[in-house]
């Protein structure tokens, strides 16, 4: 019972934050709601001072929630589904190659330069923090997040081609961020890892590989059914089966989970509603997955703004954050740039389509959901502080700058 208190609070505080919002801030609904959090979080400490036991409560309610278990078991298998479900895999498969290396060369890439660079000003302000612990805060903070990419980007008018580069990223680069975040935290922790090339590729075959196989399958099982009904109910309920059986499969099957639901989505939206389905069952289908993608991210934004209450002494990180901040920016520029010098295949990206993907590349609820579980005693503090640092800046000021940011150069580019 105590789940349903808790999952009507945030339904409520949605409902409210979209209706202001929408009302009077006009922002992007994921952008508004996570603004309007942050702000009644910090107005909650401020009354604190006055009223600690209010404060206390609801600090007790966000940490009820177990965000990581929520996200990465929940969510996240339900919002890939429903972004992956849009997206045209002709569209993919002319910018297959971009998205491949961005997805696991660019991640790899991000995540060294990351952790070196913050190791080493970490070691210039005196602050002693190993290395690998360094890498485990560059391996969870390196993918860009599909939800906030996909809920944010889907309306700040980039061209077809840049728009598929970056959701198709998003959509993919989350298997290879997490199986290389289990390794380095395992690292990190002190426990044998076997990091041999033939283990971890290995690994990779069997979670990334897997994944996908299993998406397509699931994918592929579920457009025959539905091509042997005609009933708009049930063929939303098999894709909602999908998803959830789905995602027990790959619990069992240790594989990942994200690419799976990635996979089976780009079939059910394009071999599916090519193949199988009436008019009014597209419209139905997208209807409800429209809706289910509306109302969990007005939900994942909005912990994410009340995450902060459960940050200690989180303005103490100050200096880290915005450090950690110009470190993000500056890996993503690199993880970007040196592979299309690295590897001819790639093709070279004008200036334009190289800062659009450095701005565009967003951060967002897996980076929480990920420094959330790496031990205390690994100085989870600093590491946890310095992603909320780059995730407020990620979400506020890159998304709400990226859709203006475009347009001008589209504008000049005219001029």
Sequence with gaps: MELYYTFSILIVLSALFSYLNSRYLKLPPAIGIMLLAMLTSISIVIVGKSYPQFTGWVSDLIASIDFPSVLMGAMLNFLLFAGAIHISMADLQKQ?????????????????????????????LAVNVPLIQCLVFGALISPTDPLAVIAILKKAGLSKPLEVKISGESLFNDGVAVLLFAILLQLAQGSEVDITFKHIAGLFVQEAVGGLAIGFLLGYIGSQGIKRINDYQVTVLITVAIVMGGYLITRFLHISSPLTMAAAGLVIGNYGKAKAMSAIDKDYLDKFWEMIDEILNAILFLIIGF???????????????????GIVLLSRLLSIWLPTRILPSLGRFDTKTLIVLVWGGLRGGVSVALALTIDPHLNQNLFLSATYYVVVFSILVQGLSIGKFISLMNSRKKA
């Design 96 to 124: 297959k190659t971009p998205i491949l290396i961005l997805s696991t060369v660019g991640v790899v890439l991000s995540t060294f330069i990351i952790g070196s660079l913050l190791y080493a000003i970490l070691l210039a």
């Design 307 to 325: 995450e902060i209450l459960l940050i200690p002494d989180i303005r103490q990180y100050w200096l880290i954050g915005c450090i950690s901040i």
